[in-house]
């Protein structure tokens, strides 16, 4: 994976060239399409899918008309705060802003323009939002954001490249990417010319060398994201002297059933539930996020832990199609009473938290529900999910050079782009990921529209 800076005579030429069809990709490419931009994207697998198939498909967004119906009072200024909070204030005051202000206008855009179902997840909190604003299709599950996706952008004409591996990138004495070559499954190459770039393939949590370099607490671990995350983006943006940032910034979730390798919703810890290792103590405040929760869990014996919880809590949880896949798995276990708990799951004792107060770890238990029995128990593992540093851009998703000034044609959103999370796991405000994807992709199909002179 280079850049070749030599003259070419592509097969082809796209006006608007997307790398990578995940959610970033597919709603740039709706997005250009609207202003009458000829869109080509580029995706590697025979399906798209992306780390968003993976996902619970949970966009953030402040202001929307499904928060007013469940008179939820929010705006992207609230949002900004959160989202800042949670980073440390170490997040580009400038993105933060375009995100927030725009996850709104982009979400109902989709539902108005596509005919996407947003709804809210209106009966339980995610750690670091002071309002319940994280919108979903009725599964809660990210492959259906997928499918959604790509059936708006066959409707809007947007031209989909499967099986196209971009092997190269060329670009003039300009840094202007003029081409790119892609792989054919069949062994056979293609040379594609473009105007407009845009990198939406996602970041480096599939490539163990660079998650080694940049995120050494979680070398080794599972990786809970797309295989084929490989880091090109970076790459390629480094080598046109594009500027990085919080390369070490990422997105962990320490609740993966193991060894099912399935996603348990945080659900069941913010509604009152808690954690435990395997020799049956508490290790941590597990209200701080289920980011950090990764390296808290992988910390423990074994790397392993157990999410204690109750059936009102589960009840909450079925509404996500990974906790009903775990039950249907057999990966979570049910008990009567905290003795018989105990027995299925084979640990020495079960500390149960306070039922009101702030314990040791400093989690709050005064407006937590007490569990009561039947009790559940699941085994999980701390995972990276996917990286959040990248290329730095601006609010209008361009690439910018260490000096600030943009590269010519090169724009990048979601995961090829820095995000708002700042340097460490525990910037990782829930929904952050999607948030980046889908505003910053609809930002970049904008602005690539625009560059070709169609607004």
């Known amino acids: 994976m280079s850049v070749l800076r030599e003259a070419v005579a592509p097969e082809f030429t796209a006006p608007v060239l997307i790398v990578g069809g995940g959610a970033a990709g597919l709603v740039a490419a709706l997005a250009a399409a609207e202003f009458g931009a000829e869109v080509v994207v580029l995706e590697r697998d025979a399906l798209p899918r992306g780390s968003t198939a993976l996902s619970a498909g949970l966009i953030p967004a402040a202001g929307t008309r499904w928060q007013a119906a469940c008179g939820i009072v929010d705006d992207p200024e609230t949002f900004a705060a959160d989202v800042q909070k949670k980073a440390g204030g170490a997040a580009d005051p400038r993105s933060v802003a375009a995100v927030t202000k725009g996850a709104a206008g982009t979400i109902e855009w989709l539902a108005d323009r596509h005919g996407l179902a947003f709804s809210l997840v209106d009966d339980f909190d995610y750690p670091g939002h002071r309002r319940r604003r994280m919108h979903g299709l009725p599964t809660r599950a990210g492959a259906e954001l997928m499918d959604a996706l790509l059936e708006a952008a066959q409707r809007a004409g947007v031209t989909l490249v499967t099986g196209a591996t971009v092997t190269h990138l060329h670009a003039d004495a300009s840094d202007a990417v003029r081409a790119a070559t892609i792989a054919r499954p069949d062994g056979s ?230 995000g708002v999370s700042g340097p460490s796991a525990s910037g990782y405000l829930s929904g952050n990921g999607l948030l980046t994807a889908v505003v910053l992709g609809r930002l970049a199909g904008q602005v690539a529209a625009s560059e070709h002179g169609m607004v």
């Open 189 to 418: 190459t293609e040379l594609v010319g473009c105007d407009v770039l845009i990198l939406a393939c996602s970041g480096y949590g599939g490539n163990p060398a660079l998650v080694a370099r940049h995120i050494p607490e979680l070398a080794g671990a599972v990786y809970f994201g797309h295989a084929g995350n490989r880091g090109d983006a970076l790459r390629w943006g480094e080598a046109l002297g594009a500027a990085t940032r919080h390369l070490s910034g990422h997105q962990g979730h320490g609740s993966v059933a193991h060894p099912a390798g399935i996603l348990v919703t945080w659900a069941v810890i913010m509604e009152g539930g808690f954690q435990v290792n395997q020799t049956g103590r508490r290790f941590w405040n597990e209200a701080s996020g289920y980011s950090e929760a990764a390296a808290a869990v992988l910390a423990q014996p074994s790397g392993v832990a157990w999410n204690i919880f109750d059936s009102r809590i589960a009840k909450v949880a079925r509404q996500f199609e990974d906790f009903r896949q775990a039950e249907a798995h057999g990966t979570i276990v049910a008990a009567e009473s905290w003795e018989e708990l105990t027995e299925r799951t084979g640990l020495p004792a079960i500390e149960r938290p306070p039922t009101t107060g702030t314990d040791a770890f400093g989690r709050d238990w005064s407006l937590t529900h007490r569990l009561v029995p039947p009790f559940h128990a699941v085994r999980v593992t701390g995972a990276l999910f996917h990286t959040q540093g990248g290329l730095v851009v601006d609010e209008a998703a361009r690439v910018l050079r260490p000096d600030g000034r943009p590269l010519p044609n090169l724009l990048a959103a979601g995961g090829a782009a820095c």
